[in-house]
């Protein structure tokens, strides 16, 4: 029930608002629920706030799973 | 770089597949709670692609499916109003009340405008202070801390003219109603995976201790959906019955700990009506005594009707997870997406929507 | 011009409507059957292998009136030389008709007939007949226009969207959505910043570019209102023939993407105003490839799918795990959504 897209923050402005990228559009979004975030992190923003910083190498993590059944089933991986 | 996306995709699917057939040797029926899943299930062509062993079912957590037609009314009567703005969430526009809707409203004159955040009504209302404003705030618990924050920054501004129209609902006691009815027919939950980042793990735990069924808590990608019904497989093959985190390069087991307190300081948990399900017990939101002075529906006497459903809709039934889409005998004839009945058809990502606009091309589902 | 605002005198038919052709309509579309400035323009027949004429009409309501890439004078030439030129006709003349909101500035209708000027230069065709008219302020949003145009259609030119065939290459132009992006942006509803211009550009000679190089064209659409979905989905049902896309070889704009992600719209339904969807046989899509690529407006020119014999009336997009979906045509506007 709920559009969650990744974004890069590009800048931090006043008042808990930050820049964000997302694939090379800007938008302006709430750092009120994530103020620990910093420019450089990925987060994840549902209606124009930061709900939690998107940590990239968990997202390599979850592969392991993939990983185990590439080496099961003898392919690269 | 999309963190989400593994550029991999078409490789692994396959393989996912595979292991998920492996493990569908009896039938296993998995409710996907979140209407989001549901459309990225149909996008991805999942769907098309799943075991017969695999049955996926859709549950009740499309907001715009489960706001009674009364409440939908309320915004309206609130849109007609002299010198009032209301802002929505484009999810509500087309969704039917008992004889119009917000679309239909904006065309005949009201001030009604679309917003992508709350923080954007706030700032019509800064923006427009010879005018009212009113919020209709419809959502579960992921946008919830959203518009409590909101709520706050309005106080904070001191936007006397902000009202806020409270639509929200709760996603943990409308799966434990919808369990302790008795009705329906589920051996696991697809657990939603942003209501997840900001709740975390523990409120689905009955799931498992007191229900006997696993949930995964699932992301959005094809290959997160993959993965969270092989989890479920693989639960059951192993004989365990558990919440798993499957998204978890967002949702940490304790959630989003200062996204709740937001939440919890600005809205209290009230009984609230879902359309098709009836009340439920502390599965609604409402505004606390410190911010009651913008709660719309005090301010403006908003009486909320209850509304009977049109004969033949049978959204209720199909929000419990009890018949699909085709099954419903108004589906594809009297209720489609351009003449829709009910919500499960107006909504993007209300199950009888998706099924219709997605679905149809698989003769054997 | 005293002022520097339309009012309701430039619509009355006297001096001030006269000037107004003269100082700003005739000198953007200068023309010998325009500066006739007689009530008809008289276009002598072409005699020759061009038995048909191609006949259409639009209307540009567009808000804002300037957007990046484009405006609603360039809008209103590109789209009416695109519907002939989807027919496979080459232009005639066109024709434009002006619905001035009182108080409009003279500067903006300057700039919007300049746009004009080059886009039909670009088009190699000319305004041969127009009218202005003026309403109360509040009646037109700055303005509206309508443009009418003939063509000529080779006889070897059989080109209609019933006529797909089983085994056709569906080929697109270029990536999908710039358009309507670029103008959902430049209304600034949402806050969005980012560099996403309209694609609008006259196709025309794309076209013959490409019916040089394959005549047995079978249908060519540009998917604008309603996106690519609509228009596959229109063909589909008029040939009475199926389709498969693969969703992984239509090319987008990751900007264009990022917008989608954030709003929740498909971009299947989104309007494009410089691109064009073409049903070719099997065997002559990879020269008709070639010569679309050599052309600056379809240098992006991909195969997206093929016409199939089965599944008639339905369009199947194979997505990239492997699996498909239906693509239905839009129904009703796509409303952001944030579930």
């Known amino acids: 029930?709920?559009?969650?897209?990744?974004?890069?923050i590009v800048a931090i402005t006043e008042n808990q608002l930050a820049v964000v990228d997302f694939n090379g559009v800007r938008r302006e979004v709430s750092l009120m629920l994530c103020?620990?975030?910093?420019?450089?992190?990925?987060?994840?923003?549902?209606?124009?706030?930061?709900?939690?910083?998107?940590?990239?190498?968990?997202?390599?993590?979850?592969?392991?799973?993939?990983?185990?059944f590439l080496e099961a089933s003898g392919e690269p991986s | 770089m999309n963190p989400h996306k593994n550029q991999d995709e078409g490789r692994l699917a396959p393989l996912l597949l595979e292991n998920i057939a492996a493990l569908a040797d009896s039938p296993m029926r998995l409710m996907e709670v979140c209407g989001t899943h549901t459309v990225a299930i149909f996008r991805s062509g999942i769907r098309s692609m799943l075991p017969p062993g695999v049955e996926l079912i859709s549950g009740p957590g499309c907001p715009v499916c489960v706001t009674p037609a009364g409440e939908i009314d309320r915004a309206i009567a609130l849109a007609r109003r002299e010198g009032m703005i209301l802002a929505t969430f484009g999810d509500l526009m087309r969704v039917p009340g008992s004889s119009s809707s917000l679309q239909e409203e904006r065309a005949k004159g009201n001030a009604i405008r679309v917003i992508l955040s709350p923080l954007d009504a706030v700032k019509i209302a800064e923006d427009n202070p010879?005018?009212?404003?009113?919020?209709?705030?419809?959502?579960?618990?992921?946008?919830?801390?959203?518009?409590?924050a909101a709520v706050m920054e309005a106080q904070r501004k001191g936007c006397s003219n902000f009202y806020l129209l409270s639509s929200q609902r709760l996603i943990p006691p409308a799966m434990r109603a919808l369990l302790s009815a008795g009705k329906v027919n589920i051996d696991g939950f697809i657990l939603p995976g942003h209501v997840s980042?900001?709740?975390?793990?523990?409120?689905?735990?009955?799931?498992?201790?007191?229900?006997?069924?696993?949930?995964?808590?699932?992301?959005?990608?094809?290959?997160?959906?993959?993965?969270?019904?092989?989890?479920?497989?693989?639960?059951?093959?192993?004989?365990?019955?558990?919440?798993?985190?499957?998204?978890?390069?967002?949702?940490?087991?304790?959630?989003?700990p200062r996204a709740r307190g937001i939440m919890e300081e600005v809205f209290a948990p009230v009984d609230a009506r879902w359309r098709g399900l009836g009340t439920i017990p502390q599965s609604g939101l409402a505004l606390r005594d410190g911010f009651s002075q913008m709660d719309a529906a005090q301010a403006f006497d908003l009486p909320l009707q209850d509304i009977a459903e049109p004969p033949g809709c049978l959204c209720g039934e199909v929000l419990q997870g009890l018949i699909r889409p085709p099954e419903c005998s108004l589906f594809g004839t009297r209720c489609t997406p351009e003449a829709p009945v009910g919500p499960c058809m107006v909504s993007t990502e209300g199950s009888c929507a998706a099924f219709y606009k997605y679905g149809r091309g698989d003769a054997a589902k | 011009m005293k002022d520097n605002k339309i009012t309701l005198s430039h619509g009355a038919g006297g001096r001030l409507s006269h000037e107004l052709i003269e100082e700003y309509f005739v000198p953007c579309f200068d023309n010998a059957l325009l500066r006739a400035l007689d009530d008809s323009a008289v276009i002598p027949m072409q005699s020759g292998q061009a038995n048909r004429l191609a006949f259409t009409t639009d209307s540009y309501v567009v808000k804002p009136l300037f957007f990046p890439g484009g405006d609603i004078g360039r809008l209103?030439?590109?789209?009416?030389?695109?519907?002939l030129a989807m027919a496979g006709a080459k232009p005639l003349g066109l024709t434009a008709s002006f619905i001035l909101e009182e108080g409009l500035s003279l500067e903006d209708l300057k700039r919007i007939l300049v746009s004009m000027k080059e886009a039909a230069a670009e088009a190699e065709v000319q305004v041969v007949a127009g009218d202005t008219k003026v309403v109360e302020h509040g009646a037109a949003e700055g303005l509206y226009i309508t443009t009418a145009g003939i063509g000529a259609i080779s006889d070897n030119v059989v080109i209609g969207s019933a006529q797909a065939k089983?085994?056709?290459?569906?080929?697109?132009?270029?990536?999908?959505?710039?358009?309507?992006?670029?103008?959902?942006?430049?209304?600034?509803?949402?806050?969005?910043?980012?560099?996403?211009?309209?694609?609008?550009?006259?196709?025309?000679?794309?076209?013959?570019?490409?019916?040089?190089?394959?005549?047995?064209?079978?249908?060519?659409?540009?998917?604008?209102?309603?996106?690519?979905?609509?228009?596959?989905w229109e063909i589909a049902n008029a040939s009475g023939v199926g389709m498969v896309v693969e969703e992984g070889a239509v090319p987008m704009r990751?900007?264009?993407?990022?917008?989608?992600?954030?709003?929740?719209?498909?971009?299947?339904?989104?309007?494009?105003?410089?691109?064009?969807?073409?049903?070719?046989?099997?065997?002559?899509?990879?020269?008709?490839?070639?010569?679309?690529?050599?052309?600056?407006?379809?240098?992006?020119?991909?195969?997206?799918?093929?016409?199939?014999?089965?599944?008639k009336g339905k369009v199947l997009l194979h997505t990239p795990i492997g699996g498909h979906r239906l693509?239905?045509?839009?129904?009703?506007?796509?409303?952001?959504?944030?579930?």
Do not use: W
């Open chain 1, 1 to 8: 029930m709920c559009l969650g897209i990744p974004g890069k």
């Open chain 1, 35 to 68: 103020p620990e975030l910093e420019v450089g992190d990925y987060c994840l923003v549902h209606v124009g706030f930061a709900m939690q910083r998107l940590d990239p190498a968990e997202a390599q993590e979850t592969m392991e799973l993939l990983d185990q």
């Open chain 2, 130 to 148: 010879d005018k009212t404003v009113c919020f209709f705030g419809v959502g579960f618990e992921t946008t919830s801390p959203a518009i409590a």
């Open chain 2, 197 to 256: 980042v900001v709740i975390g793990k523990a409120p689905y735990c009955f799931l498992a201790e007191e229900f006997g069924l696993p949930g995964v808590i699932t992301g959005f990608e094809p290959l997160d959906i993959l993965e969270g019904i092989y989890l479920l497989l693989r639960q059951r093959k192993e004989g365990r019955t558990e919440i798993e985190i499957q998204y978890s390069r967002v949702v940490q087991e304790e959630g989003n």
């Open chain 3, 76 to 83: 209103a030439i590109c789209g009416t030389v695109n519907d």
């Open chain 3, 166 to 232: 089983p085994g056709d290459a569906v080929v697109v132009s270029g990536p999908i959505g710039d358009h309507e992006i670029a103008v959902l942006m430049a209304r600034g509803e949402f806050s969005l910043q980012g560099e996403v211009e309209s694609d609008c550009a006259p196709l025309n000679s794309l076209v013959q570019a490409m019916l040089k190089a394959c005549p047995a064209i079978h249908s060519l659409r540009d998917p604008t209102r309603g996106g690519l979905a609509t228009v596959l």
């Open chain 3, 254 to 311: 990751k900007e264009v993407k990022g917008v989608c992600d954030l709003l929740g719209f498909d971009p299947y339904y989104l309007a494009n105003e410089g691109k064009l969807v073409a049903f070719v046989p099997e065997k002559e899509a990879a020269k008709v490839l070639k010569a679309m690529q050599k052309h600056p407006l379809g240098k992006e020119a991909t195969v997206i799918g093929k016409v199939t014999e089965e599944n």
């Open chain 3, 327 to 339: 693509l239905e045509p839009l129904s009703g506007e796509q409303f952001p959504r944030i579930c």
